[in-house]
């Protein structure tokens, strides 16, 4: 069923429309939620997912379904992993990503005195817009899909050491940027 | 700003630039990817000559497969539903071995094992979630991919139809993760004076053949260019390739080393990329360029250039040196084995019987 029928029968509040999103794009959700938990919490976050979906779709009429499901995928599955770092239990490419970011800010969280969320938002939608077509699918695979280096590397048909360079360097690019920009002390 | 909320910050990309990066294994780009690869060749002041050498056509060299879901994409139920990665739109990829010229028993097995694996993982992708589980079991490296008992007798079966070894269950010596402290592959290139520049980044392995595979990227006045390297010794599968997109815009030519050592060019300006081939009686080398910079101006993709790059960083008489040798004679001194075997190819170990890690089949 394509995704535009999909979302026809969300909007006719038709629970169909869970049996089909679950059955198109249930792998992906869980693929995904899975680069941010451990297997039986990506598991129940899935779920969550339809449910918010439901929740959602009316009002939202998404232009892109996949889109739109891959942003809910990210916060419900982030969401709870920092539920599950509260209680000290480990996440999965997630920290490594998280890890690698926090190289690119600055020491001190001063940030929020000068610019808003949103104002950061802004600046990374237009930092990511203007990297190579390459590059921006690298960035965009590490650090929204969380994905492995590994799967970005058969993605992409580079080697991982290549993956690891690129990245390095994007975030150098990202962090010059972001105190170009006056994201810092 | 937090590492959690700039990660948050990503929520707000605009949905096209998810649907590009959810929905291209290539990427738009106009550069030609490159996969795994090659060669090597020697220093010293080279002299061009305009036309490809006698052995050496890229276009002779390569073959196609087709690409299919990676086995990361297919989730814990099975195959991916995505509209555009199915099989009625399947991604062109252009090899070329890493291991042998066309013609070689190296490079007609890798051929056909590539032919094989893409077509048994696009009917069988089901499977895919069995690849890690089985890996850690499996007879053969990690690298072959295989992930059930019928790849496993398939690969046997093209390793014995030409003659060749299989790589074990793990690799030698895998050394990629600068946190480590210690780089046993790239000691054993500079201390014999096989590479000259030092590199920001480097990998290296040491494969149970001696076959070496190294990369590596420069820093000024070549910032940006990264580079691979591989000594592949003959007699042994190892299932490696160059991989890209298009031959469209690669001019060949030969240029002689100080030594005298011919070494067969293709270069693309445009997509910045260079690739040098040394077929040497005991292993094939290959030595593979291209620009990595984000901004691509730094470095003038000319034959010239390549030469001077080429000259400065490698000594082709010690990279001949290394090829045809054995593990045991490379292994550098003082490295210390460690009887930990993971199975993975990615678990930086050093093996105390490197021989058991070559499979002869019979």
Known sequence: MDDKAIIELFH???????????????????SMARHILPEEDAKECVNDIWLQLWDTIPPIYPLNLKAYLAKITRNLAFNRYRALQAKKRGGGEIDLVLEELSTVLPAQETVESIYNHREMEHFLQEFVQNLPARNRVIFIRRYFYADTIR????????????????????RRKLKQALIKEGFTV | MKKEELFESF?????????????????????????????????????????????????????????????????????????????????????????????????LANKEWQEYYNQYVSSHSADGKKWDTYAALAPYDYSYQVYNDEMSDKLEEIALKHSLKLMGKTQLIDNSRDHLGEYPVKELLLSTGAIHNQESWCSGRLFADGSIYYEGSFEYPYFGQYYILTISNKGTFKNRNFCFQSLEGFDEFSFTTKDGTLLSAAMNPNTRQALFVLDLPDSFVTLCFFDDTVQSDSFSYTAENLQSLICESFDWVAIQGLAGKSYDELKPAGVTDSSEINGKSDGFVWRNHPLDDLVTVE
């Open chain 1, 151 to 170: 799967d970005i590397a058969v993605r992409c048909s580079m080697t991982e050491k290549h993956v690891h360079v690129v990245l390095n360097r994007i």
């Open chain 2, 11 to 107: 929520n707000a990309l605009p949905d096209k630039l998810l649907i590009e990066s959810e929905s291209t294994t290539q990427p738009s780009s106009k550069k030609t990817v490159w996969g795994i690869l090659v060669v090597a060749m020697l220093s010293l002041t080279l002299t061009i000559s305009a036309a490809a050498t006698d052995f050496f056509h890229l276009s002779d060299q390569v073959f196609t497969i087709t690409r299919w879901l990676p086995f990361s994409e297919t989730g814990h139920n099975g195959i991916v539903e995505d509209d555009n990665l199915d099989a009625s739109n399947p991604i062109i990829l252009t090899l070329m071995s890493t291991d042998g010229l066309a013609d070689s028993p190296e490079a």
């Open chain 1, 12 to 30: 006719d509040r038709d629970e169909q429309a869970i049996i089909e999103v679950s059955k198109k794009y249930g792998d992906f959700s869980f």
